[in-house]
T-cell receptor, first 114, second 112 residues
Framework: DGGITQSPKYLFRKEGQNVTLSCEQN?????MYWYRQDPGQGLRLIYY???????QKGDIAEGYSVSREKKESFPLTVTSAQKNPTAFYLC?????????????FGPGTRLLVL | AQSVAQPEDQVNVAEGNPLTVKCTYS??????LFWYVQYPNRGLQFLLK??????LVKGSYGFEAEFNKSQTSFHLKKPSALVSDSALYFC??????????FGDGTTLTVKP
């Protein structure tokens, strides 16, 4: 089955700890995205990648980092610099980053701070 | 900067009645508009999009949306609501560079 997988489903972070959220897609999509969702708010773009080995900051990139070494993988690291990391994190991909392209979303990872 | 407004946090309808979830947008240039649905603790699922052409766009699960350029609106509609339509709905606008801006979402509750 083609799709986007995110792991883990739930993740707990201790103070001062970096954690990495996994996102994998087997749709052969060039573009991948990370969004943060908070209650009562829409999705906010953290980072996006239009192609392998390239990525750009979104609206709320501070405290986060990404890599895009493989087409199918776009992991997100939440660093200790992110002071309010508790949120639902969604990964998405699209065939390209063109404005007509539909984004397909993974099931999400909920990050909680201990 | 582009923006999306969903003026209603919550919409309640009875099963079998028509439903409307409102969305207005602000964007420079041509608008590229999307609707997504989110079920609890799940990712978003694509419903429909407007790129160009007919103002009435038909999508998944019997949903449709009407693009109104003069009112800068893209309201989501369904002629007859189902209980299973209960979910969180997001409107999004995409710019020519491919960046999406999402509304804050509207919770639709369909009661039997």
């Amino acid at each position: 089955d083609g799709g986007i997988t995110q792991s883990p489903k739930y993740l707990f972070r201790k103070e001062g700890q970096n954690v990495t959220l996994s996102c994998e897609q087997n749709l052969n999509h060039d573009a991948m995205y990370w969004y943060r969702q908070d209650p009562g708010q829409g999705l906010r773009l953290i980072y996006y990648s239009q192609i392998v080995n390239d990525f750009q900051k979104g609206d709320i990139a501070e405290g986060y980092s990404v890599s895009r070494e493989k087409k199918e993988s776009f992991p997100l690291t939440v660093t200790s610099a992110q002071k309010n990391p508790t949120a639902f994190y969604l990964c998405a991909s699209s065939t390209t980053s063109g404005f007509t392209e539909t984004q397909y979303f993974g099931p999400g990872t909920r990050l909680l701070v201990l | 900067a582009q923006s999306v407004a969903q003026p209603e946090d919550q919409v309640n309808v009875a099963e079998g009645n028509p439903l409307t979830v409102k969305c207005t947008y602000s964007v420079s240039g041509n608008p590229y508009l999307f609707w997504y649905v989110q079920y609890p603790n799940r990712g978003l699922q694509f419903l429909l999009k407007y790129i160009t052409g007919d103002n009435l766009v038909k999508g998944s699960y019997g949903f449709e949306a009407e693009f109104n350029k003069s009112q800068t609106s893209f309201h989501l509609k369904k002629p007859s609501a189902l209980v299973s339509d209960s979910a969180l709905y997001f409107c999004a606008v995409r710019d020519i560079a491919g960046k999406s801006t999402f509304g804050d979402g509207t919770t639709l509750t369909v009661k039997p």
